[in-house]
């Protein structure tokens, strides 16, 4: 079983920037395709950014490509995703999420969160104006 853990969400001001993490524990990142995913209270659960396993092609909404950034670090183990120019309508809870490492995203799977097979508890992140 894989174990996925977000962190780095917190308060912050309109126009700021955050990154939140996603560490993963009991199998190596490296081995999974990776997305976040964020919810509103009341709303569906929206994609954010996704990033192969390799590290050699992401993803992004497409409102959202310009002021996101997702990467993997060196140690190919945890996710980061950049959040600039912040505004009150990113206020939701970002999750993580990866898939088993023996399926491949590809086409409009990478944009689904029903194609991914493990999910972390989320971390709230508060845009204030």
């Known amino acids: 079983q894989v174990q996925l853990e977000e962190s780095g969400g917190g308060l912050v001001q309109s126009g700021g920037s955050l990154s939140v993490s996603c560490t993963a524990s009991?199998?190596?990142?490296?081995?999974?395709?990776m997305g976040w995913f964020r919810q509103a209270p009341g709303k569906e659960r929206e994609f954010v950014a996704a990033?192969?396993?390799?590290?050699?092609?992401?993803y992004y909404a497409d409102s959202q490509q310009g002021r996101f950034t997702i990467s993997r670090d060196t140690t190919e183990n945890t996710v980061h995703l950049q959040i600039y120019s912040l505004k009150p309508e990113d206020t939701a809870v970002y999750y993580c999420?990866?898939?088993?490492?023996?399926?491949?995203?590809?086409?409009?799977?990478?944009?689904?969160?029903?194609?991914?097979?493990?999910w972390g508890q989320g971390t709230q992140v508060t845009v204030s104006s």
């Open positions: 009991g199998r190596t990142g490296s081995d999974y395709d």
């Open positions: 990033i192969r396993r390799n590290g050699d092609t992401s």
């Open positions: 999420a990866a898939t088993r490492p023996d399926r491949n995203l590809y086409g409009m799977m990478w944009f689904r969160a029903g194609e991914y097979d493990y």
